[in-house]
């Protein structure tokens, strides 16, 4: 299948649906214990069923999962992939982030990222120092475009004040359960400035793959679609939202591929969104700072 593009008006365009790489060969360690050959495996898999997106960080794994997605890019059509990584947000000096976006495309194999983010803000280093550094590394070619992760808009804009490169793309904790970004007007934001707001955890680890949620259910029935699926497109659905969900399972992958294609009806996506029992505010993983 392909995957659709959602595109910017600066022209920047990136697939609708990705994979992701957290816990693939380990946490923040790598785990020796991993089955390295099923992560491959998905990865492959999930390209040749039109994935393009795969997403990954220095940090995952301890830069194991990179090497993983490497391994699974060998070989195929680059010009057809959109690769993102992240610098972690203790590597945000000048000389360390570019450090870091070396080794990342060593492990990765790759010539360039399509996207390169800051993973997280770090109030302790200057962020114009990072900045100069990304521009470095887009002037280099290294990088294509420069993205954030977990950034409020305050933090946005003053990154975006120490570049004259366009922030892309802000990647967040975003789902049917967590809806911090949008009680901070985060999505509104980068809806009105032109940012792709790439939400991370679209199925809550999978928590939103199960049924027993009524409006949810409905859902389901209403466009015979999984819970997964209806959470995945949710969140597809609305402007200048993407998402990536990580699956080593198969099954899965192939589940998560049938959330994309289509779109629910406007009405449908408010009802979620007020509706949607036990929502919390505050992400429990990275809240925004
Ligand atoms: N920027 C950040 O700070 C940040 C933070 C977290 C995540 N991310 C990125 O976003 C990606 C997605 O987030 P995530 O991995 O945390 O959460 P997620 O994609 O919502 O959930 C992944 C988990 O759910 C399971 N799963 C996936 N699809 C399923 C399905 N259809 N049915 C049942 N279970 C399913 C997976 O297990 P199986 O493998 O068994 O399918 C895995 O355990 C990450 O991999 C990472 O690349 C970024």
Avoid at 1 to 13: A, C, D, R
Avoid at 87 to 107: M, N, Q, W
Wanted: aromatic letters at 8%; proline letters at 5%; charged letters at 25%.
């Amino acid at each position: 299948m392909t995957i659709p593009t959602k595109k910017l008006k600066s022209g920047f365009e990136m697939p609708v649906f990705g994979i992701g790489t957290w816990q693939m060969g380990g946490r923040f360690e790598r785990n020796p214990e991993n089955n390295d050959a099923a992560d491959i495996a998905a990865i492959r898999v999930a390209i040749d069923w039109g994935v393009t997106h795969i997403d990954t960080a220095e940090s995952y794994a301890d830069g194991h999962a990179e090497r993983l997605a490497g391994e699974a890019i060998k070989g195929q059509d680059r010009g057809n992939l959109f690769i993102v990584s992240k610098v972690s947000d203790e590597h945000l000096r000048y000389d360390d982030v570019i450090k870091a976006a070396r080794a990342s495309r060593e492990r990765l194999g790759t010539a360039y990222l399509d996207l390169y983010l800051i993973h997280a803000p770090n109030p302790e280093i200057p962020i114009r120092e990072t900045m100069r550094a990304l521009d470095t590394l887009l002037d280099s070619g290294l990088i294509r475009h420069i993205g954030v992760s977990n950034f409020s808009k305050e933090r946005i804009e003053e990154a975006q004040s120490y570049t004259k490169n366009k922030i892309v793309a802000n990647q967040v904790h975003y789902n049917l359960i967590f809806r911090e970004p949008e009680r901070k007007g985060l999505i509104q934001y980068c809806q009105a400035h032109d940012i792709m707001f790439i939400a991370w955890r679209p199925v809550e680890k999978g928590a939103l793959t199960k049924p027993g949620t009524p409006v949810l259910d409905e859902m389901c029935i209403k466009y015979g679609k999984t819970p997964a699926q209806i959470a995945i497109n949710w969140l597809i659905s609305q402007p200048g939202i993407v998402t990536l969900a990580k699956t080593t399972a198969i099954e899965h992958l192939k589940e998560n591929l049938g959330a994309v294609g289509w779109t629910m009806n406007p009405a449908d996506i408010e009802r979620l969104r007020t509706e949607f029992p036990n929502q919390q505010d505050i992400s429990d993983t990275v809240p925004l700072i």
